[in-house]
């Protein structure tokens, strides 16, 4: 029986293999070490996570995961040093080539895909785990959310009793994860002045998670998120350890709100727009806190924070225009940026690119589930792109929007030159694709200089 293969030869062969995929300009160097690693040796991920002396925080979610992520990591990094997956590369294979990068590094940020959780969690036992949401996903990978909500289940009943376990107790399906954990530190919004009327035909978790009555809403703030309660049977929303209170949105230039704990109050001044970014600071707030941030420290972290790639993200393109990416993946997620860019100003330009590659999730339905028609109503110009283009124009078409102001433009540099023609010096253009699409057209502003690719790290 041949001898083991020592980690340290296997962690050399595989950031070779990261670095020549790197020199080749291909981003999935930031994938292609771990999955070496994980193919020659699975445990080796256990020994390297047992190597950070602070152990690791995990973060999951359907909406909201890099960003929530990565505003931890704006809070915690000028404490300590950290091992982040800032690229989003966030399955097993992912988190192995954040851990191969790890040199003197003391504590693991992690964000793992839903249906990664498990398995990652098991591997690392993490000293702490943020549950940010459950929205409806990529049916075709995923399933319903129950089944997702059964292996959050499980990762949680594995949790050691020293992990500290956040979650968004907004959520319903999310909150009861914790319900009969001790020490579950439980977040949410509490503004009712920012709730909508009543939840949207598109909201996922409508039904008592006791007894499966419809739940009453006291506020419904993004997709089924907010206070609810059941009528039937008095399951409802668990008291909040950590709120977000009196919150101001300023249009397109970011948002505002008391950041309410046991210990105090700090105003947290954001640099990102919308509802859907107040509860992804929320929850990077309550994680930094569980991981031992003060107040101020987090209130100084988000207050620096700019954007997360592909996430709200400005990029100058020449001629003082700007190009601005929102990443949509599914029905809440969508909603919530029209929304912000509704009440921000809705544009008359848009690019809008629908794939259905497997990382976007193959069924494309869910575009009829969101409200595109309050952007739709201000449109002068639609650019069509993607895959799946033409499927996307015909939305628009019984959307509302007259079809001479929708052009198709599958090849998405041919759309983005499309969009930027139209758009005046000065002016930005939205862009609303989804995930390959975004890696994709991310990649064509990197060729063309006006941005690092998604892989690179910011110079020093």
Known sequence: MRPPVPLSVEAAAARAAGRLSRLAGRGGGTTLPGKLLWKLDPGAVDRLGERLPRGSALVSATNGKTTTAAMAEAVLAPRVRLAHNDSGANLVSGVASALLEADGAELGLFEVDEAALAEVASRLRPRAVCLGNLFRDQLDRYGELEHVAEGWRDAVARLDESS??????????????????????????????????????????????????????????????????????????????????????????????????????????????????????????????????????????????????????????????????LLIKNPAGANEAIRTLVDGGAPSTALIALNDGIADGRDVSWIWDVDFEPLAAGLEHLVASGDRAAELALRFKYGGLDERAIELAPGLEQALDRGLALTPPGGELVILPTYTAMLELRHVVAGRGYARNYWEKAPA
């Open 164 to 325: 500290a376990l956040v979650v968004n107790a907004d959520d319903p399906l999310v909150a009861e994860l914790g319900r009969d954990r001790v020490g579950t530190v439980r977040f949410g919004l509490d503004d009712p002045r920012h709730a909508r009327p009543a939840l949207q035909h598109a909201a996922d978790s409508k039904y008592c998670v006791v007894c499966g009555a419809p739940y009453d809403y006291a506020a419904a703030y993004v997709g089924h998120l907010g206070d609810y309660r059941c009528p039937s049977c008095g399951h409802a929303r668990p008291p909040l350890d950590l709120a977000a209170r009196e919150l101001e949105l300023h249009g397109l230039d970011g948002s505002s709100f008391d950041l309410v704990a046991p210990e105090g109050t700090r105003r947290i001044e954001l640099g990102l727009p919308g509802l859907y970014n107040v509860y992804n600071a929320l929850a990077a707030a309550s994680l930094s806190r569980a991981l031992g941030a003060s107040l101020d420290e987090i209130a100084a972290g988000l207050g620096s924070f700019g954007a997360a790639f592909g996430r709200f993200e400005r990029i100058p393109v020449g001629d003082g225009r700007t190009v601005l990416i």
